[in-house]
């Protein structure tokens, strides 16, 4: 029978208590037990719980207080350590005896189960995360505009080839992977289940899942005008942010072309004038970067102004009203008569209206409840293909998902891409456009006036005072 008296006999009940009851729990019982196997006890419990790899033992205050190896009531640690290996000095360090935390409630082994569920939830992300990358990469790529051999490239007979061979690199086509073959992956499942139980490899009371097709012929025109109002909406908003900025480049353009003609090249004025060029072919680039996500405004704005005007302007909560006010002062330092100036400041109003439309065009998505119930019937559609087309396909329902999955969610990916029309158009070229073509006016400024002043000398030496030409 069990001798509670024996002290062999309670450190292996309490041993194996250990494996099913809390540290606190055995503490107590050998200490009712046998006081003087307590110590053995805890430290060969804690050795246990190092040896398993689980939460660290945290003693509370109570017998925090108590002196292990001093007390009469323990066995001295030095004997602790000559009978019983385990208890080392590397033992010693590795237990950490600090006062109880303070939790919310009862202390629970789910850290491993929450590591678990994160790592299931990453693996799940990887394939839609990668993708996604993908796509904001090429979100962030520079458009180039188009040239006259660009063009002839783009109607060329051999355009379907070629546009098949860039599928794989397509960032349109690499952002369907995760839906598509996650419908796939559905009608695999409902075709292999519907397989089996038509073999009879499941209980009679599973049910071959099928139903009649005259939902979805009912349904399919309503899913059309769903994908093409949504694609139309996305266009017409690409369209208005393409004329917006054609709009912006014809009036700054306008009003560096004005600045060049009114103003005088010589004193102040000269100084004046550059740094107003200046800011004007510093405008589109700021709104460019106010539009795109990603953009290095002080790498852009480098080498156009100087590095003072370009440190306020990084200060600024908006920075392209910021090189407007930099054009508006700089207009009003001019000696200009009212009418230049005033005609000057008109041509300002594309400028803020440019920036009215862009920030409208950011701000204000395609309404939020027609696109979810575009992407909800496209999911619900897809989700009940398999079942619908189960009774004439059978398992060409796996391909025939694929193929409806690729088309339609295809369809949507380009109404979602270019309803953020900015990233879409070349404005980086535009930009460099609008600099260059600055450049050049006031390069051609003083060779057109010198010439134009030298036929107006050579138009007066070649005709007398009377009237008559001089040969």
Known sequence: MWNVNNPGTTVSTT???????????????????????????????????????????????????????????????????????????????????????????????DSGHETLTDKLIHLLRAVPDWADEIKERGMQQKRSLYTHEKWVEHRSSLRHVR?????????????????????????????????????????????ILRSSSLPYQLTAPALALLLVFRTEASYSRYEEGRKAWVGII????????????????????????????????????????????????????????????????????????????????????????????????????????????????????????????????????HLTLPIILWDECHWIVVPATFISAASLFCIEEVGVLIEEPFPMLALDELCDLVHSNIQEAVKSEKVIRNRIIAKIKLHEFKHSSNGRHRS
């Not at 397509?170 to 992956?185: A, E, G, N, Q, Y």
């Not at 909560?317 to 200009?336: A, D, G, N, T």
């Not at 209206?353 to 979810?372: D, F, H, N």
Request: aromatic share 10%.
């Open 163 to 207: 546009h098949l061979l860039s599928s794989f690199s397509s960032r349109v086509i690499l952002s369907l992977i995760p839906p598509v073959f996650f419908f796939t992956s559905v009608a695999v499942v409902i075709a292999s289940y519907n397989s089996a139980v038509a073999l009879d490899w499941l209980p009679g009371i599973f049910p």
């Open 250 to 381: 014809a009036g700054t353009n306008d009003l560096a072309r004005q600045v060049i003609c009114s103003v005088d090249s010589s004193g102040d004025e000269l100084i004046i004038k550059d740094l107003l060029l200046r800011y004007i072919a510093a405008f589109p680039v700021a709104l460019k970067c106010h539009v795109i996500y990603g953009s290095d405004i002080a790498r852009d704005l480098r080498n156009l102004i100087e590095a003072d005007d370009l440190s306020l302007i990084l200060q600024a909560k908006h920075r392209p009203r910021c090189v407007i006010e930099f054009i508006s002062q700089s207009i009003q330092l001019l000696k200009l008569d009212d009418a230049k100036r005033d005609l000057l400041e008109s041509k300002m109003l594309h400028l803020h209206e440019g920036i009215g439309v862009c920030e409208q065009l950011m701000g204000i998505p395609i309404p939020l409840s027609y696109t979810r119930l575009t992407s909800r019937f496209l999911v619900f559609w």
């Open 15 to 109: 041993f194996f208590l250990s494996l099913v009851f809390s540290p606190l729990e055995v503490l107590r019982f050998a200490t009712l037990t046998q006081p003087h196997v307590s110590t053995t006890i805890s430290l060969l419990h804690l050795r246990l719980y190092q040896t398993l790899n689980l939460k660290p033992l945290i003693f509370p205050p109570m017998y925090q207080s108590m002196n292990l190896s001093v007390s009469s009531n323990f066995t001295h640690r030095s004997l602790l350590e000559s009978r019983f290996p385990i208890f080392s000095t590397g033992f010693r360090k590795s237990v950490n005896l600090k006062p109880p935390r303070v939790s919310s409630g009862p202390e629970s082994n």
